[in-house]
């Protein structure tokens, strides 16, 4: 069975940094493309970063410079560090994973929670 397990979550300040990973697990198929998603409550998940295989990116423009996103191939895990954390940047982050012949997965979710 795939799994996304996610880690890195938490409290900080605002100004403040975090590192989110998200490790796949149980999947013999090769991965495309993951990304981070969030999500604040009343609001649509919106797409914070993502990355393909070859190592694109792309970024939400509200985390441009403040955020980057990578990936390790070998371990099946990408990583999103998070520097100059804003209140605005609290929600729950998901990880979302795209296969080759499976459905896109997702993680069970990071909270992030930024203070003033």
């Known amino acids: 069975q795939v799994q996304l397990v996610e880690s890195g979550g938490g409290l900080v300040q605002a100004g403040g940094s975090l590192r989110l990973s998200c490790a796949v697990s149980g999947s013999a198929f090769s991965i495309t493309y993951m990304g981070w998603h969030r999500q604040v409550p009343g609001k649509q998940r919106e797409l914070v970063a993502g990355?393909?295989?070859?190592?694109?990116?792309n970024y939400a423009d509200s985390v441009k410079g403040r955020f980057t996103i990578s990936r390790d191939n070998a371990k099946n895990t990408v990583y999103l560090q998070m520097n100059g954390l804003k209140p605005e940047d609290t929600a729950v982050y998901y990880c979302?994973?795209?296969?080759?012949?499976?459905?896109?997965?997702w993680g069970q979710g990071a909270q992030v929670t930024v203070s003033s």
């Open positions: 990355i393909t295989s070859g190592g694109t990116t």
């Open positions: 979302k994973a795209v296969f080759v012949l499976i459905p896109t997965k």
